[in-house]
C-alpha cells in the first residue's frame, strides 16, 4: 500500500474546469487515505507543472501520483517521464481521464460530471496505492531475418536488410527467385523485361554475403518470439533449422483462375487470359499468330474474377487495368493492323499510367463499358467469337463485335497455400483471404504477431511499385526492431501463479498470439507465458478457473480498489457555474462573458491580432490571454485568419 | 442490335476528323453545347457512334446538321479530342452518302479529284471558246444562259435526289411515319433556316458576338440576290441603274466578307478555323473569286475595258462554271440546303412525337 500520494487535477485551461469543479475535488481529495498532496493546476501538461510536480515529489517524498485530466492516449508516456525524472517508477502512476470521459461527454450536466469526475479520480488512486513497480522487459534479438518468397518484393526488401547488416534467409518454394516478375515481358514505365529486373536483383543478392538463398523450400513449423523465432525450412529432403530475429512475409499472390464457360473460358481456344496473350505477344515475332490463325482483333474483358458484389472478390486488384492497356499497346508496337475493343467496368489506370491508357485511345482502341449486372456475353457459334455488351457509354445500346480472341483480363486472388502459411505464422487474413495488417494506414505492414511483418501483395492487390515499396517499408521496420541487438518490451503482460495452476490448458485455448505453453514445474504441468509475445490483452485471466492468471498493473488487488474507490459519492457542494459553461448550459446568453474576455475582445475589436499583440494591449500575461484565446475560439468568439507577417504567430479577429 | 466497326475511325479520318477516338466520355462538349437540349444532345453522343463505327446510326441522324460550328467543345475538350471538327467531318460524310453519285465522298477523300474537277473546266471551257473564236458577244451570251440551265440542271439532277435521300434515311428508314399535313405545317422552318441561319444566333460565340451571325447571313442575302440579279436582271447586259447598282453592292458585300472568311481561315484564332480541308478553302476562296471577278467585269463593262480584256471574263466565267458544277452540287454549298432541311425533318419528328403523346 502506498502511503504518500500525489493528486493532480487539471483545468485544461477550462476544458475540464468549465464543467467539472476541479478547484472542489483538490480539496476533497485531500482528505483521501495515503494522498499527501492534492492540486488543482491550470495545464497539467505544462512545463511549469512537471517541474512542480517533480519537486512535490522530492519533498514531500511521493511514492505515487495520480493525473486526472485528458485521456491516457495523450499524456500517459508524458507523466511516466516526470515519475522516472523524480526517481519513482513509471508504473506507479495512474491517468484518469476527466476530460473525454466528463466534462466533454457531461457539458450538460456539470454536477453530474463533477461527481463522475470525483469516483475515476478515487478509482485512481485506489489503484495506484496497490501498484507494483514494473521494469520493462529487455529481449537479446537475432540479426537475422527469414524472409518467406523470392519474388520482387522479398528479394528487393532481403538486399536492403542485408545492407543494413542483418543475416537473411530467403525462403523460395520454386525452383527459381523472382516469381511472376520473372516471366513478365516488357513492363510499364521503364521498358525493361520483368527478367532483366529480376537478374539485376539476383546479381545483388549474389554479391551480398549475409543473404543465404533457398529455392524449392517449404516453411516448416514456426517457435519462438520477436527477437528469436525458431523457424524450420524444408529444402527437398533435407530440414534446416534457423534461429531469426524477425520474419518478412512477402509470398505474393495468384492470378484469378477463371471457371471453365466463364466467358467460353476452355470452351474455345479463342478465349485465354491476359497471362497467356502476354506470353503469345513475347513469343510471336512479325505476326500476332494464334493457333496458327492470325490475330486481328483482340477483345479484353475486364475485372474477370474481380469486383464481385456477390462473390468472394470484392475488391479491384487496381493493377490489370494498366496490365491490359499496356499488351494492348505491347501488340500496336509489335504488329500491324490489331485493333483493340477494351470492354471495362471502369478504367482504373491510376497515377501515370493514365498516360497508357490515353495513348491506347490515340491508337484508335475502343473502350466499352459494361455493368456487372449485364455482362458482355461471349459467344462460340462461329469460328471466330462475338461478343454481345450492352455499353453504358451508348445508352446502354445493345452492340456485337467479333474479334479473332478474347482476353480475359484476371484480378489477384490470395494464393491457395496462404492459409498454410497463415497458420504457421499466426497471421490473420482477411475475408478476401489475403494477409491482414494491423491497421491499414498507422500500422500498415504490421502484423498482430511482433516481428512478423507483410510486405508486397500478400496483403492484398498491389502493383510491383507498391509490392517493392511495402516490402522495403517492412525491412526498414525490421532493422528498426534488430538494429540495437536488443529490445524493451511493455512489462503489461500476463503471470501466472505456479501454486494455482494445474495446466488446463484454457489459457492456451484463447490466447490470440500463441503465447501461453505448458512447462513442467515442481513435478506438476503449469502454463508459462513467452512475455515477449504477450500482448497484455488479459483475455486469459477470466478464462482461468484457479483464477491463477493475472495481468501487472490489473491485478485484482488494483481493480477492486479502483472498484471500492469508484462506488462511493461523497459530499460534493454544487457550484456556481462559470460564464462559458451557463452559456452551453444555455442559462445565460452570449453577450455574458467573462470580465477577461471582454478585454480581449476591446483590444481586437475590428482588427486581427496575434497573441503577444494582445497581450501587449490588454497589459495581460500573455499565457492567461492564450488560455482565454483559445476557449473564445471554441466558443466561436474568434477565429483565426492565417499567419502574421513573420508567420511565428496565428492572427485572431472576433467572430461575428 | 449494332454492330462495332472499328474501320469507321480511318473512313471519319479522311474526311477531316481529328483524334476523336482520344474521347473517354466526359460529356464536357454536351454540357458546354449550346445548342444540345436533353432530346437532342450532341456532339458527345456522335463522337461516340463514330468511335464505335455505328454507320447506321450516324447515317440516320440530323444531329449533325444540329451543329453550328462555334468550337467551344473543341475549345473545352480534356482530351483534345477536337468533338467540333468531328461534327463537321460527319456533315462532310453525310453529304457523301446523300449523294447519288457518290463524288461528294471521291472530292471529299481525294484533293486530286478537285484539282482534275478544275482542269477539266478550263480546258472544257477553252475549247468552247476556241470554237466560238473568242467571241466576246457569242460567249457571254452562252455564259448567261448556262447560269440559267446550270441552275435548273443541278437541282433537278442532284440535289433534288440527294434531298430525297437524305428523306429517307432520316426520316423513311427510321419509321417516322408523319401525315402530309405535319410537312405542311412544319414547312415554314425550312424558309425560316435557309434564309436567316436562325440557329446560328443560339450558338455561345454568336450569341457573345452577333456581328458573326449577320456576316454569315449578308453573305447569304448577297449570294442569293446576285444570282438573282445576274439570271434574271441580266446584270451583266441591263443598262437600268438600279440593277447596276444592286449588283455592285451585292458582289462587293460577297468579297469583302470572303474576305474576311479567308483571312479567319488563315489566322486559325478560333477552334473552328483551326483544320481547314481543301473543301472549305475552295468553298470560301470561289465565292470570293466570285464576288471580285463578277464586280470587276461589270467595271470594265462600265468604263469600256472589258473588250480589250476580255480574258478577264473568261477568268470569271471559269470561276463561276467549277462553282456552279462541282463546288454547288458535291462541294461545301450543299450545307445551304442539308441544314435548313435538317431542321425542317426535325420539326417533322418533332411534330410527329406530339401527335403519338
Known sequence: ?656 | MSHINPNFAEEIKKFGAKDFHLCFNCGNCTAICALSTKDESFPREMVRYSTLGLEEDIKSSLKPWMCYYCGECSTDCPRQAHPGELMMSLRRWLTAKYDWTGLSGLLYKHLSAYIIGFLLVIVGLLVFAGNLDYNQELIMHYGHYFEMFAIAGVFAVILLPNIVRMWLYTIINPKVKAPIKIYFKAFSELIVHMFTQKRFLGCEKTRENSIKWFEHFMLVISYLSLLFTTVFLDWFGSQNLFVIWLGYIESAIIFIVTFHFVLKRIQKTEALHKFSQPSDWFFVIWLLLMGITAFMVRLFIDIHLLENNFWFYLFHLTVLVQWAIIIVPFGKWTHFLYRSFAMYFVRIQELNNQIKK
Not at chain 1, 483493340?340 to 467496368?345: G, L, T, V
Open chain 1, 1 to 656: 500500500m502506498k502511503q504518500r500520494i500525489g493528486v493532480y487535477i487539471c483545468h485544461c485551461g477550462g476544458n475540464i474546469s468549465d464543467y467539472v469543479d476541479v478547484e472542489q475535488l483538490g480539496k476533497l481529495m485531500e482528505k483521501e487515505d495515503g494522498v499527501i498532496i492534492s492540486k488543482d493546476v491550470m495545464f497539467a501538461c505544462s512545463d511549469a507543472n512537471q517541474k512542480d510536480m517533480i519537486n512535490d515529489i522530492n519533498e514531500k517524498q511521493l511514492d505515487a501520483i495520480v493525473v486526472a485530466s485528458c485521456s491516457p492516449k495523450l499524456h500517459t508516456h508524458t507523466f511516466r517521464g516526470v515519475a522516472e525524472r523524480a526517481g519513482i517508477n513509471p508504473y506507479n502512476y495512474a491517468q484518469v481521464n476527466v476530460r473525454e470521459q466528463c466534462s466533454w461527454a457531461h457539458s450538460d450536466k456539470p454536477m453530474d460530471a463533477t461527481i463522475k469526475a470525483y469516483g475515476l479520480i478515487r478509482a485512481g488512486i485506489g489503484r495506484v496505492s496497490h501498484s507494483e513497480a514494473l521494469e520493462s522487459i529487455e529481449i537479446t534479438t537475432q540479426k537475422a531475418v527469414a524472409v518467406i518468397g523470392a519474388g520482387v518484393s522479398g528479394m528487393r526488401a532481403a538486399i536492403d536488410l542485408a545492407r543494413m547488416g542483418s543475416h537473411v534467409y530467403l525462403i523460395e518454394k520454386e525452383s527459381k527467385v523472382g516469381g511472376k516478375i520473372a516471366n513478365t515481358g516488357k513492363l510499364f514505365m521503364t521498358g525493361e523485361n520483368g527478367s532483366e529486373v529480376i537478374e539485376r536483383l539476383n546479381q545483388r543478392i549474389k554479391q551480398l554475403s549475409n543473404i543465404t538463398v533457398f529455392t524449392n523450400a517449404n516453411l516448416g513449423k514456426v517457435s519462438g518470439s520477436i527477437g528469436n523465432f525458431f523457424i524450420d525450412v524444408n529444402v527437398g529432403e533435407e530440414l534446416l533449422k534457423f534461429n531469426v530475429g524477425s520474419v518478412l512475409v512477402t509470398t505474393g499472390f495468384d492470378f484469378y483462375q477463371p471457371q471453365e464457360g466463364e466467358y467460353g473460358y476452355k470452351l474455345s481456344e479463342n478465349v485465354i487470359t491476359l497471362q497467356d496473350f502476354n506470353k503469345l505477344i513475347e513469343s510471336s515475332n512479325g505476326k500476332l499468330v494464334h493457333n496458327g490463325k492470325p490475330v486481328k482483333s483482340v477483345a479484353y474483358i475486364y475485372c474477370v474474377g474481380n469486383r464481385q458484389s456477390k462473390g468472394d472478390n470484392k475488391y479491384c486488384s487496381r493493377q490489370c487495368c494498366t496490365a491490359a492497356v499496356h499488351s494492348s499497346l505491347r501488340v500496336h508496337e509489335k504488329f500491324e493492323g490489331v485493333k483493340a475493343f477494351h470492354i471495362h467496368r471502369d478504367i482504373r489506370t491510376y497515377g501515370k499510367q493514365e498516360l497508357l491508357y490515353q495513348e491506347s485511345s490515340r491508337k484508335g482502341d475502343i473502350y466499352i463499358k459494361f455493368e456487372e449486372k449485364e455482362p458482355p456475353v461471349v459467344e462460340l457459334k462461329d469460328s471466330k467469337p462475338t461478343i454481345r455488351v450492352k455499353d453504358y457509354l451508348t445508352s446502354k445500346k445493345e452492340l456485337t463485335l467479333d474479334a479473332d480472341l478474347v482476353v480475359l483480363v484476371t484480378g489477384m486472388v490470395a494464393r491457395a497455400d496462404s492459409s498454410e502459411i497463415s497458420s504457421k505464422l499466426k497471421i490473420p487474413v482477411g475475408s478476401d483471404k489475403f494477409f491482414n495488417e494491423i491497421h491499414p494506414k498507422l500500422k500498415p505492414v504490421e502484423t498482430v504477431i511482433k516481428g512478423v511483418y507483410i510486405g508486397g501483395a500478400c496483403q492484398g492487390p498491389k502493383n510491383i511499385t507498391e509490392s517493392v515499396q511495402s516490402a522495403l517499408s517492412g525491412a526498414s521496420k525490421i532493422n528498426a526492431v534488430l538494429r540495437k541487438g536488443s529490445i524493451a518490451l511493455e512489462p503489461i503482460v500476463a503471470r501466472v501463479n505456479a501454486d494455482a495452476c494445474a495446466w488446463c490448458n484454457k489459457c492456451a485455448e484463447v490466447c490470440e498470439y500463441d503465447a501461453v505453453k505448458p512447462i513442467e514445474s515442481n513435478g506438476k504441468m503449469i502454463a508459462e507465458v513467452n512475455i515477449s509475445t504477450c500482448t497484455g490483452c488479459g483475455i486469459c485471466a477470466p478464462v482461468c478457473p484457479t483464477n491463477a492468471i493475472e495481468i501487472a498493473q490489473y491485478t485484482d488487488n488494483e481493480i477492486e480498489s479502483m472498484i471500492d474507490g469508484f462506488m462511493s459519492k461523497g459530499e460534493i457542494e454544487a457550484r456556481e457555474l462559470e460564464h462559458s459553461a451557463k452559456v452551453e448550459a444555455g442559462k445565460v446568453g452570449m453577450k455574458e462573458y467573462p470580465e477577461i474576455w471582454n478585454h480581449i475582445i476591446r483590444a481586437i475589436n475590428g482588427s486581427s491580432l496575434t497573441i503577444p499583440e494582445i497581450a501587449a494591449k490588454t497589459g495581460i500575461e500573455s499565457n492567461l490571454i492564450t488560455w482565454h484565446l483559445m476557449t473564445m475560439n471554441r466558443y466561436s468568439v474568434v477565429e483565426p485568419v492565417g499567419l502574421n507577417d513573420e508567420e511565428s504567430y496565428y492572427k485572431y479577429k472576433l467572430k461575428k
